[in-house]
């Protein structure tokens, strides 16, 4: 499991590897919150490629990615979706609130 | 009617078994030949109902959860998880999608995705006793290359 963020100027990057399920989520969800506070991106791309597995506990690690960086106005786009966690992602409709490229 | 095959594991409540959980419902359901899709289903209910009990089972200490998997016949598979916790008082609006008695780290999704993924799903509780969670899922047969 792991989280590396790139970019800059207030458009970053943030890869998540390996499992994203409850025993991780916390981790992620402190990384990802440290990342946005510090960068206050205007724009988020969440890069799932690395994701071996995700359940609805990466629902929560998403959905906090989005608050948090729509708080500060900017918007999170999905990339590289593996199709296991797209079918969890898309369960709970997030599709609908963020773009999935 | 009688299973053709089962096997049992029960292990502590910690969130570092959620893996190991799911990776041995996936292990046990691999000699029905499920496909990719069927396997990631399962073992993305499995991981749902095992996080349930780990999460909100034993609030002040560390419990029992019983994984259970049996294998009747046409290829169908069971899947029980139970602890002996707290219980639900009210599995209906348990189900309900979104709702959680958890805190923010929790979706409130883990019941709707154990429905969507799996063919039926059962939820028995008593506050006070415990909850089971049993869910059943058909593998599809597939036709070996050769058509035979």
Known sequence: ?101 | MKPVNTATIEFLSRSANEGFARTAAACFAAQLDPTLDEINDIKTAVSEAVTNAIVHAYPDRLGRVKLKLRLFEDSLLEITVQDWGVGIADVAQARTPLFTTGNEERSGMGFTIMESFMDTLRVRSTPGKGTTVTMRRRIARRLTAGGK
């Open chain 1, 1 to 101: 499991m792991g989280l590396t963020c790139t970019g800059g100027d207030r458009e970053i990057c943030m890869a998540l590897s390996g499992e994203v399920d409850h025993h991780h989520a916390r981790g992620l969800m402190t990384e990802i919150e440290r990342e946005i506070d510090r960068e206050l991106p205007k724009h988020v791309t969440l890069d799932l490629g690395g994701v071996t597995f995700m359940d609805s506990s990466g629902i929560a690690v998403v959905l906090r990615c989005y608050k948090r960086t729509a708080e500060l106005g900017g918007a999170v786009t999905v990339k590289d979706v593996p199709p296991q966690a797209e079918k969890v992602l898309r369960a709970a409709g997030l599709e609908r609130l963020m773009r999935f490229a």
